[in-house]
Nanobody
């Protein structure tokens, strides 16, 4: 059974930094693509960042390029999202997800990030 458990969300001031974690279990994720998504109140869920677990290319939404970094720790089986220079518009519930094909099949429960101005 695949489990993705996010943590690290909290209230932070604009300009600050946070690191979100996604602990993955129940599979060997080496062939998976891992992604971070977010959903703000009243808005649709949107893509933030992704990377292949085995390494290689990363992808970012234009709104976070240069500020957010996705990475993973193979030993801890954990994916991270380092978020710097946070803005109030980054306020959202952040979700970790995993896919083998084109669709993200596995999702975490989300962690709340609130950026105050």
């Amino acid at each position: 059974q695949v489990q993705l458990i996010e943590s690290g969300g909290r209230l932070v001031q604009a300009g600050g930094s946070l690191r979100l974690s996604c602990a993955a279990s129940g599979r060997t994720f080496s062939s998976y693509t891992m992604g971070w998504f977010r959903q703000a109140p009243g808005k649709e869920r949107e893509f933030v960042a992704s990377m292949r677990w085995s390494g290689g290319s990363t992808n970012y939404a234009d709104s976070v390029k240069g500020r957010f970094t996705i990475s993973r720790d193979n030993v801890k089986n954990t994916v991270y999202l380092q978020m710097n220079s946070l803005k109030p518009e980054d306020t959202a519930v952040y979700y970790c997800a995993a896919r083998l094909t084109s669709d993200y099949r596995y999702w975490g429960q989300g962690t709340q990030v609130t950026v105050s101005s």
